[in-house]
Every structure is written in C-alpha cells, then in structure tokens.
C-alpha cells in the first residue's frame, strides 16, 4: 500500500470479500504503540485520530477487488497487488490494529449508513471461504457492519450457507461486547418460512417481556429513574436503531431491584432489544425451489428482510439455469441457451403496494447499494433486496478481480437496473419508486460477449433458433439511447426503462397502506 495516494474513501474496505483490508481510527496513544513500520497518515477531518488502512497479509485471497476499487490520487492507486512472499512479516500490522475499540465519534462523524462510514465499524463476517472475488460475500458482509450486532440470519442451503457456515467453523464473528448474528441454515423448500418462524418466536418472546416492563413500570414501589428506562423502552420498542440503548439502559437499572419481576427479565436481557430479522438465499432458493415461502413471508406485512444474492444461476451446485437465468444465457439445463425470459421477482413483490422492493448492484452505485440496504432494515413491513451478484460460474472473460467493473458495466449497459421502491413514501403522497440507474450508455452486446455464459456461441443455436433468442434476449434486456429532449421527458423515459416494473404496481398512492406489523 502506498499511504501517500490514499484518499481515505474506504472503497476497498467496503468491496472486499472477505474483510481483509479495514480502515482504522487510531488515538495518538494507539498510533505511538504501534508496531514499527506501520503505515500512516492523518485522518481526514478528524485530526485528533491517526488513519491506517490494515490489511490481513495471511487471509487474502489475492483477488484484486479492492485494487480495482481504488481511485487513487491522479492516477495512480494507493493499493497494488504484490507477492504474499514480500509482505508476510507486515500481518503484525492488521493484527495490532484490527484489536483496537471500534471508534463510535468516528462512525457518528461519517455515518455509519454511507460508504465511509460504514466501513469504520468491525465487519462481522470475516475470513470466509468464498470464491476469490465473490459477488455476494461483500453485501452479506456489509449487512452485518450495520445490524449485525442485533441481527438474525436464517439460510438457504447454497453458497452462501456454504461460505456462511462450513462446520464446524464459521466466518460469523463478534463485536468486543460479544454481540453478533446470530445464524442458522434451512433447506432450499422452507428457508423462509424458517425464518418467518424466526420472526414469530422473538415476537413472542418479547412481547411476554413488554408486559413485564409495563408491569414495573406501572408499579407504585418503581423509582422514577426505574420508571423512565421503562418508559424509554417501551417507546423504542419497535425500533431497532434505538431500542438498543434503551435496553441497556433499562437492564443497568433494574439489574439490582428486589424484584422477582424484574430479575426475569435480567436474566432474558438477550431477548430484550429489537432484533433485526433476515433471510439470506440466492436466484435458485428465491426464484425457484423456495418461492412459494418467499412469497408467502413477503405477504405476510411482518418487519422482516430478505436478501436475494442474484447470481443468475445454481452457483453451488455447478452453474444450473434457474428462472433468474436470463434469456439466451448458456448454462447447465440451458446448454443450447435459455429460451424464455428471466422472471420478474421485483414486480411480483411491488405488486403488493407494502413490500419495500430494491435491486442493487454494489460497483455499479456504492451509495445506492448502503442506502437501499438501510431503507429497508428501517421500513416497519417486509423488505425484499435483490443484488446483482458476479460468480465464478459466468466465466468473466476479465477476471474475478474485475468484479466490482462488471456490476458496473451491467448497470451502464442496461443489464441490469438499481431502482427503490419504498411503500413509505406512496403512504406521504410522494412517489414510492425511484429509479437510480441512469439511461444505458454502454454497449450492450460487449457487455454479453464478456462472460461465457452470456456469449451466445455460433454452435449453440444455429439458424432461426439462435436469431430467435437473440430477439428475444434484446426485447427484455436491451438498453435504450434517449435523444435530447426536455428533462421530464427524459425522467419519463428512464422510468420506461425500468423493465415496465411499474405495470403491476399501478398503485393509487392515497390508497396504500403499510400493513400492521
């Protein structure tokens, strides 16, 4: 790493796989006791903290995403990739500094729901044994920088229960309280009615202690101090960003009553807060075998998230078509390539006009990728999140190490669409959908001859088969070349773009209503 062209975005940190570069704040007591060697600079408006980025010589994969990432100062990168040989004896760095206190002023300062910010909080999956340079490993990762400390994971059988949870280790980890996801796996047939149940377990469990702290709340004998930690839980209760703090606070001051009340709900402390409920699965468990579960949770109107990692296809089984497959795409079961179209899970969720509904590409838009993902954890109803997730089994023609440029390339060619749909929003009159990719400019079929499975090859579909993929392929995914106009009309046609995502959701906003928790 050359410090001096770090421009302390974070961009590294929060595109790689396995959390091996992180960015850390350091006091100048911190940085004095460092080993010697170690590479710093001031931190950009914070003068008080000492920035170094560390890096974990000895579980890189070597993939290169966060090289690629870099921006660098004119021209030239802070990160390059180099021989593990050269710099082994520099682990000592990363392991000094990943063991010091995360910094809550530093994360208060840049945010902790923004690119930067997000990236100053301890990753709490790390060291996986995903692919060099996965695509879905760095959205599961960041999933956990925000809520992780609070968070339930329920997984389907697929990759990502499989670099989730290789027994009888695990990449899931703890904050310096102890606190961290909490994780289990399900089969591809159940896995988010197993999470669903998930929901409903901790839905009871705290519910039976809301009544207890109403109960002492309620109680003559409570001192007031006593009274206004309850009161401050109870109206935090549904709020996961705040309860939190609340439930500290509630715990330190009952933890010493004479009350058997109040022991009881001591020694549940760990039920307490408000936890935040996911469903992890890719294209296959979501699109195919698991889609009636998945439907039927989203139906529900319940404060639960579910994560799709879009990978177009049977990652762990080899690369099989699902229906996120799209149209003309080679792959197993598909050899001659797919012949009808991908399916429209985010219309099918919109339709319900309460389903917060996002598609994200992470290299493609950074910010757009940590705001969807915060909206909705936030939203008070279902949440539906597909990212667009590069796999080993496309056969990148650029390399895995180009990752993060193919998300962004899928997006710039029309491929592929970032978009938001926030109930929220429909119920304040405004418009619930906000579509965040800009008008395709790329090539459109460059970016298809960039991946095997993609490339449509001459000995596939021969004559008037092949031409009719290609047709086919081209009405549902081609990208559109807006001619100057007025800007509104131009707005007009980016949302024509989107897919028709609109045409099941033709909603009267003055009638949507988030449904009841």
């Not at 004896?89 to 002023?105: G, H, M, R, S, V």
């Not at 729901?113 to 879905?136: D, Y």
């Not at 697929?158 to 289990?184: D, H, L, R």
């Amino acid at each position: 790493m050359e410090s001096g062209n770090c421009i302390q975005c974070n961009r590294c940190s929060f595109v790689c796989p396995h959390a091996v570069i992180r960015p850390v704040a350091m006091t100048a007591e911190e940085a004095a006791a460092a080993p010697e060697g170690i590479q710093t600079m001031p931190m950009t408006g914070m003068p008080d903290y000492t920035f170094t980025m560390a890096i974990s010589q000895l579980d890189c994969t070597g993939c290169g995403s966060c090289a690629n990432v870099c921006p660098g100062k004119k021209g030239v990168k802070a990160l390059a990739m180099e021989s593990l040989a050269a710099h082994e004896a520099e682990q000592k760095y990363f392991d000094y500094a990943a063991a010091l206190p995360e910094k809550t002023d530093v994360v208060a300062k840049f945010k902790e729901n923004t690119v930067k910010g997000s990236q100053f909080k301890k990753p709490l999956l790390e060291f996986s044994g995903a692919c060099a340079g996965c695509g879905e490993t760095p959205y599961a990762k960041l999933i956990t920088q925000l809520f992780g400390d609070r968070m339930y994971i329920a997984n389907a059988t697929g990759c990502s229960s499989i670099w989730g949870n290789s027994s009888p280790s695990t990449p899931y980890t703890v904050n310096e309280k102890g606190q961290g996801p909490a994780w289990s796996n399900s089969l591809f047939e159940d896995n988010a009615e197993f999470g669903y149940g998930m929901l409903l377990a901790q839905k009871a469990i705290r519910g039976g202690l809301k009544a207890k702290v109403e109960d002492v709340m309620n109680s003559e004998k409570a001192p007031e101090e006593v009274k206004a930690a309850c009161k401050e839980y109870l109206d935090t209760f549904d709020c996961g960003a705040t309860n939190g703090t609340a439930t500290e606070k509630l715990v330190e001051a009952i933890k010493d009553a004479d009350c058997d009340v109040c022991r009881d709900i001591v020694k549940n402390k760990d039920f307490l807060a408000k936890k935040s409920q996911w469903i992890f699965g890719g294209d296959g468990w979501a699109y195919d075998i698991g889609f009636g579960g998945v439907d039927h949770v989203l139906a529900s109107g319940k404060d639960i998230n579910i994560m799709v990692f879009d990978t177009e296809v049977y990652s762990n089984t080899g690369g099989q078509a699902s229906k996120a497959t799209p149209t003309g795409a080679v792959a197993q079961f598909a050899a001659g390539g797919k012949e009808v179209k991908k399916k429209d899970m985010a219309s099918i969720a919109m339709s319900y006009g309460y389903v917060y509904v996002a598609q994200i590409a992470m290299g493609a838009d950074y910010n757009q990728a940590v705001k969807a993902i915060a909206e909705a954890e936030a939203y008070p109803g279902p949440s539906l999140i597909i990212a667009y997730a590069p796999c080993i089994n496309h056969g990148i023609k650029k390399g895995m190490s180009k990752a993060q440029t193919e998300e962004q390339l899928a997006v710039q060619t029309g491929y592929w669409h970032c978009f938001r749909f926030n109930p929220a929003l429909a119920a304040e009159g405004k418009s619930a959908f906000t579509l965040d990719s800009k008008a395709p400019s790329g090539d459109y079929q460059e970016f298809l001859n960039g991946e095997v499975t993609l490339q449509l090859s001459e000995t596939c579909k021969p004559g008037e088969s092949r031409k009719t993929v290609r047709q086919e392929r081209a009405g549902s995914k081609r990208p559109l070349h807006l001619p100057e106009q007025t800007r509104k009309t131009v707005r007009l046609r980016r949302v024509i773009l989107s897919f028709r995502l609109l045409r099941t959701c033709n909603i009267n906003a003055q009638a949507v209503r988030i449904a009841a928790a």
